[in-house]
């Protein structure tokens, strides 16, 4: 069974640092891009970062400087690096990866969420 495995969120104080992982397990061919959102009660989900295979990144301009995705190929693991936490980062944070598990068929997976709160 194909899934991907959350792990890294918690409570940091204003102006602190969290590492965001999430792994891709199962039988898988391979991984194309990777990607974290957030979504906020009554909010749509927010894309926040985005890898390609290739190593191309994005960011949304509300963390420009601020967050840092990453990925490990070998491992199928993303990584979101988010230092000068602010409280209007509090939300859950889910991650997104386009995997090929059927030979030519490539779809897009989640994560279960991980809960990240900011606050003194």
């Known amino acids: 069974q194909v899934q991907l495995v959350e792990s890294g969120g918690g409570l940091v104080q204003p102006g602190g640092s969290l590492r965001l992982s999430c792994a891709a397990s199962?039988?898988?061919?391979?991984?194309?891009?990777m990607r974290w959102y957030r979504q906020a009660p009554g909010k749509q989900r927010e894309l926040v970062a985005g890898?390609?295979?290739?190593?191309?990144?994005a960011y949304a301009d509300s963390v420009k400087g601020r967050f840092t995705i990453s990925r490990d190929t070998a491992k199928n693991t993303v990584y979101l690096q988010m230092n000068s936490l602010k409280p209007e980062d509090t939300t859950v944070y889910y991650c997104?990866?386009?995997?090929?598990?059927?030979?030519?068929?490539?779809?897009?997976?989640w994560g279960q969420g991980t809960q990240v709160t900011v606050s003194s």
């Open positions: 199962g039988s898988i061919f391979r991984v194309y891009g």
């Open positions: 997104s990866a386009d995997l090929e598990v059927v030979r030519g068929r490539v779809h897009s997976y």
């Open positions: 890898i390609s295979s290739g190593g191309s990144t």
